[in-house]
């Protein structure tokens, strides 16, 4: 069995799938097997199946498309490692990122491992990020960053946005992949997020390693970074309503710990609603009452209250406070205007 099985999901890198690949075959922990999931083009297949020629390590995988969730899906299906880890086809790693994570998940039997990351230009230059989810924030904050649950974290915390939920910065065991049924969401966005909350939230022991280990190319045209205007941004809907289904299913949650979780969704459903042009953003707040209960959706118009609707964006009001010579507007506390009378 190879200590770590790594799954590479790639589409349309070919400027950068070299530097990932070489990244993983040179890694310290030789003990690992390397799949490549590829849904092209040629150019992509082609260097893949080079690598695959001169490395027994790697096994490529063709033409699954089912975008993101069901490459990584393919990869986890395949795996043979005790441990998995996701690496995105234009990032790379530092030469002894497996053999650090593995000896952390080893020595403290985790189900999960956390680890930080560094953000670099599309040319491969370190980027001066100051602060970011990516440095582990909360996690930093923790009595026993090495075997922990999210019991052991505020659970506003858990929800923050800046607790990240991508797939690529964490180590996971994969007999707890398994045993909990854990598989990414197909030909839909917002992938991580669903499968990140559910591992989370069943794994037993995580531990957390406070080291840049991972180098996360900004690349502009990249899904993560190009402007939703359109209905893909929709697909962020029912990711929740999965998300919220399943905590409210698995865990005995109280009343604030729910108000919370609703909070997050009206912040991600503004944010998304935010980016399309007007005649979108009704047709998406329809879409959203077709995946949540009555009260749920009572509780979400209660706290949006009045919409104003713009030609790019729309901004709810939640709050209000009036003085004699002005009015402020409080929006979801991600911006506040202050309008004289």
Request: hydrophobic share 40%; charged share 25%.
């Amino acid at each position: 069995m190879p200590a770590v099985s790594v799954i590479i999901p790639v589409y349309n890198i070919e400027k950068y799938i070299t530097q990932c690949l070489e990244s993983v075959i040179n890694q310290t922990l030789f003990d690992i097997e390397i799949i490549i999931v590829s849904d092209g083009p040629k150019s992509c297949n082609k260097i893949c199946e080079e690598y695959a020629q001169k490395d027994k390590r790697i096994t490529l995988i063709k033409d699954i498309k089912q975008g993101l969730g069901g490459a990584r899906n393919a990869g986890l299906k395949k795996a043979q490692g005790k441990y998995v880890f996701f690496l995105d086809g234009d990032d790379w790693l530092t030469n002894k990122t497996l053999e650090k994570l593995y000896l952390q998940a080893e020595q403290n039997a985790s189900d999960m491992v956390f680890f930080q990351a560094s953000y670099v230009s599309e040319t491969g230059k370190k980027l001066a990020k100051q602060d970011s989810e990516f440095f582990l924030p909360f996690l930093s904050q923790l009595p026993s960053p090495l075997n922990f649950s999210w019991k052991d974290i505020l659970f506003k915390d858990i929800f923050n946005i800046r607790l990240a939920v991508v797939a690529w910065n964490k180590l996971y065991n994969k007999e707890f992949l398994q045993r909990n049924n854990l598989l990414f969401p197909v030909n839909t966005r917002y992938e991580d997020n669903e499968f990140f909350f559910k591992a989370f939230f069943q794994a037993k022991s995580i531990s957390a390693l406070f080291e840049k280990l991972y180098f996360y190319r900004q690349v502009k045209t990249s899904l993560a970074h190009t402007n939703k205007k359109n209905k893909n941004c929709f697909d962020i809907i029912k990711i929740w309503a999965n998300i919220k289904n399943f905590t409210h299913k698995e865990l005995l949650l109280d009343k604030s710990q729910i108000e919370t979780i609703n909070r997050r969704i009206i912040q991600d459903f503004s944010k998304n609603c935010r980016q399309l042009p007007a005649h979108l953003q009704k047709e998406f707040l329809l879409l959203a009452k077709k995946y949540f209960d009555i009260e749920f959706i009572t509780k979400l118009k209660e706290q949006i209250g009045n919409s104003y609707y713009f030609p790019c964006f729309w901004l709810p009001i939640i709050k209000i406070q009036k003085a004699p010579e002005k009015t402020e507007y409080t929006f979801l506390g991600l911006l506040k205007c202050k309008i004289k009378k």
